[in-house]
């Protein structure tokens, strides 16, 4: 169990203590991955089977920080206390979703230091729907943990996965998700974009419309659709086909296009101008009858049903110091999305992970993690 620690909380800004979120791709001293422990969003087992598998992969680059809370801690630290760069720490949670509800990681611009960042966590916008009490308290624990500086932004709503940066001011977000009413709704597009310009150093925002295909659990968040892969480089979800009339998927190509127009029209905060790779976005996925089945509804949790489709995409993927982690589905799509993040990130190791009992949830690997950038103190 973690050791009890007290991070302080400060009233200031990152952005006036000159402290900024790195990118993804950017120099790590950590993973954290949340431990599936709700019966109503996983299938257990079967979920958790997969998140060891992403810490097993991770941790033979880096140390990887799982959280379980109490009614799963001793499941978590008995598969992993043989494996000297995997850490459990007991903290209470609702889902385990730590991209949304960890805290959002800091450090200052000679990387001397950490700090972190806190929102407010309110359900993805459905407060009176989902279970999220504990879930809101996971940032500040996690930061306790480390004992870092705490920057609490709990008036304004925002989950980590609905924005990427990449670490020189650029931010991508959609509307669909950070404009929507049930998240900030008294505040204008403009105090957005400055809420998050003052709490991740940003000086660019890059607005994309939508989040790809039936992503209504979280809105449309961008790490579906598309991600900063390198400076000035993203990564888009791109279906089959897309622009011709050969597409398989019209509603997915709708949105891909729009994305990528925003895209082909903007620079980043230095001026440059973004390439975009496409990834080949998967085929139609869609909950089973024997899925369903054995999917419990529980207070507090979505209801699924059969023949609904699914949020799937490859994008949704957890870049380390030295190996990505890619989502695969068993479907045409999986050999293509290896090949282009093997492209991508030629001195990385890349490997797929069967991923669809996380899917099954509403989100995927990414979803599950959040990065801890490195610094010469924590």
């Known amino acids: 169990m973690a050791k009890t620690r007290k991070c302080f909380t400060t009233l200031s800004t990152p952005k006036k203590d000159g402290y900024y979120m790195p990118a993804e791709f950017d120099r ?9 422990s709700n ?7 079967l979920a958790q089977m ?29 598969r992993f206390k043989d494996c000297k760069n995997i850490y459990v720490t ?18 200052n611009i000679d990387k001397i230091s950490l700090r972190s960042v ?30 870092v500086p705490f920057y609490k932004k709990f008036d304004f709503v925002c989950e980590g996965g609905s924005f990427s940066v990449d670490g020189q001011g650029t931010l991508i977000t959609t509307e669909q998700c950070l404009l929507n009413p049930n998240r900030n709704k008294n505040l204008s597009k403009a105090q957005i974009a400055s809420a998050l310009c003052n709490y991740l150093n940003l000086s660019k925002i890059i607005w994309l419309p939508y989040g790809v295909v039936n ?59 973004i390439k975009v790779y496409k990834m080949p976005h ?40 030295d190996v990505v982690v890619v989502p695969i589905f068993k479907c045409s799509t999986d050999k293509e999305a290896l090949k282009v993040v093997s492209e991508i990130f030629p001195n990385k190791k890349v490997v797929g992970v069967y991923a669809r009992e996380i899917l099954l949830g509403g989100g995927n690997i990414h979803c599950m993690s959040q990065q801890q950038p490195f610094s010469n103190k924590c």
Request: net charge negative; with cysteine.
């Open 50 to 78: 997969v998140i060891e598998n992403v810490a097993r992969i991770i941790s033979k680059y880096q140390a990887v920080h799982i959280v379980a809370p109490s009614n799963s801690w001793r499941n978590a630290y008995e």
């Open 282 to 321: 998967p085929p139609i996925l869609r909950y089973t009858k024997q899925e369903i089945d054995t999917l419990p509804v529980t207070r507090g949790s979505y209801v699924r049903k059969v023949d609904t489709r699914m949020a799937a995409s490859h994008v949704n993927l957890i870049i380390t110091n």
């Open 118 to 147: 806190g929102w407010k966590f309110n359900g993805w916008g459905k407060p009176k729907e989902i279970e999220h009490e504990k879930d809101a308290l996971v940032a500040l624990k996690i930061s306790n943990s480390l004992a």
């Open 28 to 36: 790590q001293s950590a993973t954290w991955l949340g431990w599936p």
């Open 215 to 273: 992503d209504t659990d979280t809105d449309g968040h961008v790490d579906n659709m598309c991600v900063f892969v390198g400076i000035g480089k993203v990564i888009l979800t791109w279906p089959k086909g897309c622009g011709t009339d050969e597409c398989y998927d019209k509603e997915q190509e709708f949105r891909s296009l729009a994305a990528l127009n925003v895209l082909e029209n903007s620079t980043d905060a230095n001026g440059n101008s």
């Open 39 to 45: 019966p109503g969003t996983f299938r257990i087992k």
């Open 90 to 107: 007991e903290i209470e949670s609702d889902d385990g979703w730590l991209r949304d509800i960890a805290p959002t990681f800091l450090v």
